[in-house]
């Protein structure tokens, strides 16, 4: 607990101390603003049970602890008033203070509850509350699958997180290093499906200088929970590394990760689609992907350019007709 203590005597020489963090301090904490603070206080009652001498306030670990169970609440789809509601009937109870994993039964449109559930992970991120943003990431995959949650849930909290560092400048790296630490962690835990497929695998690899593989994982974890077999390399693959790759594995298709235009490499991919093995008379190759905003306006020809996480699965599913006809490919990541 981040607490602020000013010192002080009493009228007997001995230290007093009058504990608690500052409104300021703790706005910094829950990524809120101090104005925030004081509707809160004034509409919902969440302020501190306890003034100090003036109009100096300050928040009591218990009175920290009913805020951020106020801002768990909404996190889960709660509306402020309910959730204040609650986490002050609480108060006195909520030390340490438990991360809620259930939630009441949704009450509205499907569309409406998925951009509540992306704005609660949203601000559990700025929080930078990890309890919170492992709950909501573990309730999103459960309840809509790996891609689902990826799309609707992921993919939006990620790209405000983004666009909060855009606007403030250096502010927020450290939130959407964090979101990424997480959702990478929930993609890697993903459920796989048992290796019934014998057939050459799908080589993933983000182009060389490119180290945003985020979304190269997650395809990386869909295609482990249907059961297509895939190789996945990471970010920042040297050319070297990913012909040899390819030369290896004989992959039935590559998917090349370029998230900007800088880094997009057009011989790498056109090399790739012109490679062949094999005997004479039954030579083949590889299909190339192309995912990612750096392939913008690029061409290569014959290569795929699927622009969602359900477009590159159906296009890679295709490529495997054996796979067609297993039961897999309605596994719970195709909801």
């Given at each position: 607990?981040?607490?602020?203590?000013?010192?002080?005597?009493g009228?007997?020489?001995?230290?007093?101390?009058?504990?608690?963090?500052?409104t300021g301090a703790?706005a910094?904490?829950?990524?809120v603003a101090?104005?925030?603070?004081?509707?809160?206080?004034?509409r919902?009652?969440l302020?501190?049970a306890q003034r100090?001498?003036?109009h100096h306030r300050?928040?009591s670990a218990e009175d920290?602890?009913?805020?951020e169970e106020m801002?768990?609440?909404?996190?889960?789809g709660?509306?402020?008033?309910?959730?204040?509601h609650?986490a002050v009937s609480?108060?006195g109870t909520?030390l340490p203070?438990?991360?809620?994993?259930?939630?009441?039964?949704?009450?509205?449109?499907?569309?409406?509850?998925?951009?509540?559930r992306h704005r609660?992970?949203?601000?559990?991120?700025t929080?930078l509350?990890?309890?919170?943003?492992?709950?909501?990431?573990?309730e999103?995959v459960?309840?809509?699958?790996?891609?689902?949650?990826w799309?609707?849930?992921?993919?939006p909290a990620?790209h405000a997180?983004?666009r909060k560092?855009?606007?403030?400048?250096d502010?927020y790296?450290e939130?959407?290093?964090?979101l990424t630490?997480?959702?990478?962690g929930?993609?890697?835990r993903?459920p796989?499906?048992p290796a019934?497929?014998?057939?050459?695998?799908?080589?993933?690899a983000c182009?060389?200088?490119?180290q945003?593989s985020?979304?190269l994982?997650a395809?990386?974890?869909?295609l482990?929970?249907i059961?297509?077999?895939?190789?996945m390399?990471?970010?920042?693959?040297p050319?070297?590394?990913?012909?040899a790759?390819?030369r290896?594995?004989?992959?039935?298709?590559v998917v090349?990760?370029?998230?900007?235009?800088?880094t997009a490499?057009l011989?790498?991919?056109r090399?790739?689609a012109?490679?062949?093995w094999?005997?004479r008379?039954?030579r083949g190759?590889p299909?190339?992907v192309?995912?990612?905003?750096?392939?913008?306006?690029r061409?290569?020809?014959?290569?795929?350019?699927?622009s969602?996480l359900?477009e590159?699965l159906?296009?890679l599913e295709?490529?495997?007709?054996?796979f067609?006809?297993s039961?897999?490919?309605?596994?719970p990541?195709?909801?």
């Amino acid at each position: 607990m981040d607490v602020e203590r000013d010192a002080g005597r009493g009228g007997n020489g001995a230290a007093t101390t009058v504990p608690g963090v500052t409104t300021g301090a703790l706005a910094r904490r829950l990524g809120v603003a101090p104005t925030t603070l004081r509707t809160w206080d004034r509409r919902y009652g969440l302020g501190p049970a306890q003034r100090a001498d003036g109009h100096h306030r300050r928040w009591s670990a218990e009175d920290v602890a009913v805020v951020e169970e106020m801002c768990r609440l909404t996190a889960t789809g709660l509306p402020p008033a309910e959730a204040a509601h609650q986490a002050v009937s609480r108060r006195g109870t909520l030390l340490p203070v438990a991360v809620p994993t259930q939630r009441r039964t949704p009450r509205r449109p499907a569309q409406d509850t998925l951009e509540r559930r992306h704005r609660g992970l949203s601000r559990a991120a700025t929080r930078l509350d990890a309890p919170g943003v492992r709950s909501l990431l573990a309730e999103a995959v459960d309840r809509h699958g790996l891609v689902g949650a990826w799309q609707d849930v992921m993919v939006p909290a990620l790209h405000a997180i983004g666009r909060k560092w855009e606007e403030a400048g250096d502010r927020y790296v450290e939130v959407e290093h964090f979101l990424t630490w997480h959702v990478s962690g929930v993609l890697h835990r993903g459920p796989v499906a048992p290796a019934t497929l014998a057939a050459p695998p799908v080589v993933l690899a983000c182009v060389p200088a490119e180290q945003h593989s985020l979304p190269l994982e997650a395809l990386s974890a869909a295609l482990d929970e249907i059961g297509l077999p895939q190789r996945m390399f990471g970010a920042a693959v040297p050319v070297e590394a990913v012909t040899a790759a390819v030369r290896r594995t004989g992959p039935r298709a590559v998917v090349l990760w370029a998230q900007a235009r800088s880094t997009a490499n057009l011989p790498l991919a056109r090399q790739l689609a012109e490679s062949r093995w094999g005997v004479r008379g039954a030579r083949g190759g590889p299909a190339v992907v192309l995912g990612g905003p750096g392939w913008a306006g690029r061409t290569v020809r014959g290569a795929l350019r699927p622009s969602t996480l359900p477009e590159a699965l159906s296009a890679l599913e295709r490529l495997y007709p054996e796979f067609a006809a297993s039961p897999v490919t309605a596994g719970p990541g195709r909801a």
